[in-house]
């Protein structure tokens, strides 16, 4: 069961692989031979719009569903650690976020406080569960898939419910968790803005991969411009733009995104 | 105090011993109503256990078994909601049961006995049964404590720490049907989901954690029966309702416990 480095000898052996991985729900068809493969220190990211299946991509690569066709395969020994995009919390239930924290992992006390402390949660290990807020929620998943040392990081929709201005904070901490364990990161996203500005590997997803690649390559694959709208495309990589001084990597001769970016080159900042 | 008396007072505790933590997973999981459901094969099991000659109790115990075994498989087809297929399903096998009692001459003049109860009626064999269940029920839930919690919070993530979910969801119905089996004889098939979850639900209030919820409900239980049984023999009414009907008094009353659970939160 080791999964085979396909072409490039030099990348480094994948954590997680999706081959073929087709998922049907009755006669729905919500993902149809998608491929997918995420390396230790690469940040992956998923967008596509509502009902692309990327959150169905993202439960057949755990394991929570079992793919129609297809399989995953995943490095010996992988250990993840899983943020779902919402968990329901029940005030019948008695469980402060100590004990929630505890559950995937046990960890002393002043490493949990740390934790919180680094994805920038409030002291709030002894409140219930059901009585935090929805972004203080996102944070304690986040700290509870950390707290399993992870060799991969999946996180869905991290930013729900997080305010605007917690959340370029928050993606920089993604970076800087990848940065500082090495880990692999998957991620879905409907803030293009952010994914475009923190990701190594952009796959557009609807229902099959669209398009793949690095961000500034992905903005300007037709099917992108065709999914998300020109505007949005033409918005994107005036952003990347802004923060990426590569310019001559985007010498792909395609008429509409290039053109808009020239201009913002020419008259834009660059930080 | 007579010897019947005692005997329905183990009875009555050792189903509430039993009763008391799983109902904690009964509220946590929302399976209020699968537990009915499951009750509503008692009568069946019981005529079948019977026709064949097995002790009661097993048989009811295998009856809820297979009726939780076709709701795990029909709820794979996704055409129907799983409230309406417990509907179904609890009604089809009761009626069925109704058909099969209809039969027996034997168990007709029973069958109120069944539906709400015969505590009083308890013997040596059903003792063991019960303590049996109880003492089952309890080392199984104290094994798999950590896995069941995981599942209670949240199934996707429980999956992804190694919970091996299907088996720890069916463990629970195991012992569902296990309490439903030993609680019938108690309080009856229309009362007993009652002891299953009145005091898990009055114990919300008494705790900070799983684990005081879980002590809590089963001490409730406890109280209810003792106190529904001496109340059934002061004022002469039944005994199975008394029981929780002083389990239902305690919930009341519970609600006015304000909410524990952690500090305060002043923003």
């Known amino acids: 069961m080791t999964p085979t480095p396909s072409g490039d000898a030099e990348q480094p052996m994948p954590l997680v692989e999706a081959q073929g991985v087709s998922v049907s729900f009755g006669r729905r068809n919500v993902l149809d031979a998608v491929d997918l493969k995420v390396r230790a220190g690469e940040i992956v990211t998923l967008v596509g719009l509502n009902g692309a299946g990327k959150s169905t991509l993202i439960r057949a690569i755990l394991g929570i569903i079992r793919p129609d066709l297809g399989k995953i ?38 490493k949990l406080e740390a934790m919180l402390d680094e994805v920038g949660a409030d002291a709030i290990l002894d409140y219930p569960l059901a009585e935090i807020s929805g972004g ?26 997080v305010d605007v201005t917690s959340q370029s904070d928050l993606y920089r901490l993604i970076a800087t968790i990848r940065d500082r364990y090495g880990c692999g990161v998957l991620l879905v996203s409907h803030d293009l803005h952010l994914v475009m ?14 398009c793949t690649g690095q961000p500034q390559m992905v903005l300007r694959d037709p099917e992108f411009i065709s999914l998300f709208g020109p505007h949005l495309s033409d918005t994107l990589a005036i952003y990347r733009h802004l923060h990426d ?27 | 105090m007579e010897d019947f008396f005692l005997r329905a007072l183990g009875g009555g505790i050792g189903a509430a011993l039993a009763a008391g933590p799983v109902g904690c997973f009964v509220v946590w999981r929302r399976m209020a109503y699968f537990g009915t459901a499951l009750a509503h ?43 309406a297929l417990l509907g179904v399903l609890a009604h089809a096998v009761f009626a069925a049961g109704l058909v099969v009692v209809a039969f027996m001459e034997r168990l007709r003049v029973d069958l109120i006995g069944y539906l709400f109860g015969d505590i009083l009626s308890v013997g040596m064999v059903d003792l063991w049964l019960i303590f ?18 995981a599942l209670v919070v949240n199934k996707d993530l429980a999956v992804v720490d190694g919970v091996p979910v299907e088996r720890v969801r069916l463990l629970l119905l195991f012992l569902l049907a296990a309490v439903i089996a030993v609680g019938m004889k108690i309080v009856g098939m229309l ?33 209810a029966v003792v106190a ?7 004022w002469d009414i039944p005994a199975g309702p008394a029981i929780v009907l002083v389990a239902s008094a305690i919930f009341v009353a519970s609600l006015f416990i304000p909410v524990r659970g952690g500090p305060a939160r002043n923003k």
Do not use: K
Not at chain 1, 252 to 257: A, T
């Open chain 1, 73 to 110: 395969v995943r490095a010996p020994g992988l250990r993840i650690g899983y943020s779902p995009q919402h968990v329901h919390r029940d005030p019948i239930l008695p469980m402060t976020v100590q004990r929630f924290l505890t559950l995937g992992a046990p960890a002393p006390r002043e």
């Open chain 2, 191 to 223: 009362l007993v989901v009652a002891l299953v979850i009145i005091p898990a639900a009055a114990a919300r209030r008494m705790a900070a954690t799983p684990e005081q919820m879980a002590v809590a409900s089963t001490a409730i239980g406890v109280v």
């Open chain 2, 41 to 83: 094969a008692v009568l069946l099991g019981i005529a079948l256990g019977f026709l064949l000659d097995i002790e009661p109790t097993l048989a009811v115990f295998a009856m809820c078994l297979l009726l939780a075994g076709c709701l795990v498989l029909l709820e794979r087809q996704r055409s129907l909601s799983v409230d």
């Open chain 1, 245 to 271: 001084h590569r310019h001559d990597a985007l010498g792909e001769p395609l008429s509409i995104g290039s053109g808009a970016s020239e201009g913002s080159h020419t008259s834009g900042q660059h930080p």
């Open chain 1, 136 to 161: 203080e929620m996102q944070r304690v998943l986040l700290a509870r898939a950390l707290l399993r040392e992870p060799g991969l990081l999946v996180l869905d929709e991290p930013l729900a419910g």
């Open chain 1, 197 to 210: 500005a923190a990701t190594d590997t952009v796959v557009c997803l609807n229902r099959h991969v669209c």
């Open chain 2, 228 to 234: 529904g049984l001496f109340g059934s023999l002061e």
């Open chain 2, 132 to 149: 049996g269940t109880a003492a089952i029920v309890t080392t199984t839930l104290a094994w798999q404590w950590r896995n069941l919690l």
